[in-house]
């Protein structure tokens, strides 16, 4: 056997395999031997027929397709492996015949392959600094989660509803006048402020007293998953039946001793406001990673492969699956309910994929070209912070670090030196 291959558009490489006759006539006798029990001959024992009597029976090229298959599951991947510093194939290939014989066969695959991304700039970028602070009313309101663990549910008959509150209503809704599939309950609970329903919803109901009806009009987003629905107006008619409110405990020292771990309120009220701090800086530090990103990913050409992008759409899918699953739904149901087909699911998706796969390619990309890596002694230095942290020495923690674990450490160092860099050469502003 032997092969070339050549770059082609659209992000493949075409490989061209030549297999002498003799290699085919081994595919052959070995596809024979696979699969010679689904054929059957009168006289013969099936699985027990010689191959020059099958052939006789069912004509000589009955072994062919599979024999092709044999020669493609055994050299491609070899193939694939040999050539894996000049290309990566991201899919399967679409394989063609072009030329077939006693003395030779001449496959052709056209391979989807990771394709090289074009970046105009990473450096000198004007790009936008997030940053999110911490207020009173921020804390307040995170400390009052913890009274909610004993707060007691009750009824409601004096005043209108509010964010907290759970309230049973009807819903109808239509767009154009005219109703739409999944759009209307009856004596639904809805917490307000959970942020369950479409953005407005919520906060239109709130202020509605038991008895009341009105019409709201909300407006889905443009990404909404419902193709009849997205980018526009929709108006609900709404009927108020029943408020229930809560009655939260009042908080001491005694109850933050019990339910926190805390000496005193003051103390928890400490421990809430640097968990609130930290995770306004964890979020000002993704907001204004993924502000870098998308800024360089602006600038950039690429052609990305179909495959790499159904890949992408497959993993968001499953995980869309996933979620539903926690809450006893089967994704065809819920596609089914939305009034869609399964393509229909997918293709709204395939945006956000793209847009994945592009930023990874970006990130790659960048790490090659500025040569990042991460050193045996930043490795080291991240396993020894680790063990620390659950009160391990180095030795006991490493008995724990598989292959997997350690590829991860480094791949977490060069992702925090990446973002360094891209932080100190480009220029951040509020």
Not at 130 to 146: F, H, L, M, P, R
Request: with cysteine; glycine share 6%.
């Amino acid at each position: 056997m032997n092969y070339t291959y050549q770059t082609a558009e659209k992000s493949t490489v075409k490989l061209v395999i030549t297999f002498t006759g003799d290699e085919w006539k081994s595919a052959v006798d070995k596809a024979y031997l696979r699969t010679r029990g689904k054929y059957a001959v009168p006289g013969f024992r099936k699985g027990k027929v010689p191959k020059p009597v099958l052939e006789n029976y069912y004509g000589k090229g009955v072994f062919f397709d599979d024999a092709i298959n044999v020669l493609y599951s055994e050299h491609y991947p070899v193939i694939l492996e040999k050539e894996r510093g000049n290309f990566t194939a991201v899919g399967a290939p679409d394989l063609a015949i072009n030329e077939f014989s006693d003395e030779k066969v001449v496959l052709t695959a056209t391979v989807p392959v990771k394709p090289d991304v074009k970046i105009g700039s990473y450096k000198g970028l004007e790009i936008k600094k997030y940053e999110y602070n911490v207020s009173d009313e921020d804390i307040k309101t995170e400390a009052d989660k913890i009274l909610a663990r004993e707060a007691k549910p009750v009824n409601v008959t004096d005043r209108a509803c509010k964010s907290g509150d759970v309230v049973n209503i009807d819903f109808t809704g239509s767009v154009n006048g005219e109703k739409f599939a999944g759009g209307s309950m009856e004596k639904y609970d809805l917490e307000l402020g959970s942020g369950s329903f479409i953005p407005g919803f919520e906060d239109q109901v709130a202020g509605m007293k038991i008895g009341e009806e009105k019409d709201i009009v909300v407006h889905f987003p443009a990404d909404y998953q419902a193709d009849n629905l997205k980018d526009k107006d929709a108006t609900f008619h709404i009927k108020l039946h029943k408020i229930t409110g809560k009655e939260l405990p009042e908080l001491t020292d005694e109850y933050v001793k019990k339910h926190a771990g805390c000496d005193t309120v003051a103390d928890y009220m400490e421990r809430v406001k640097t968990r609130l701090e930290n995770r306004a800086k964890n979020d000002s530090r993704d907001q204004t990673e993924n502000s870098i990103l998308q800024a360089i990913c602006e600038t950039c050409e690429c052609e990305i492969p179909k495959a790499m992008i159904d890949g992408e759409v497959d993993e968001i899918v499953e995980n869309f699956a996933q979620r539903l699953s926690y809450q006893g739904l089967q994704l065809k149901d819920y596609v089914e309910y939305m009034g869609q087909t399964m393509a229909q699911f997918r293709a709204q998706f395939e945006e956000q994929a793209k847009s994945r796969v592009l930023t990874q390619l970006v990130i790659e990309k960048i790490i090659r070209t500025e040569k990042i890596t991460a050193t045996t002694e930043e490795i080291e230095a991240e396993i020894a912070k680790q063990a620390a942290s659950v009160d391990k020495t180095v030795e006991e923690y490493k008995k724990n670090l598989d292959a997997r674990r350690m590829e991860y450490i480094a791949n977490d160092i060069v992702i925090t030196k990446l973002f360094d860099f891209l932080t100190a050469n480009n220029n951040l502003v509020a």
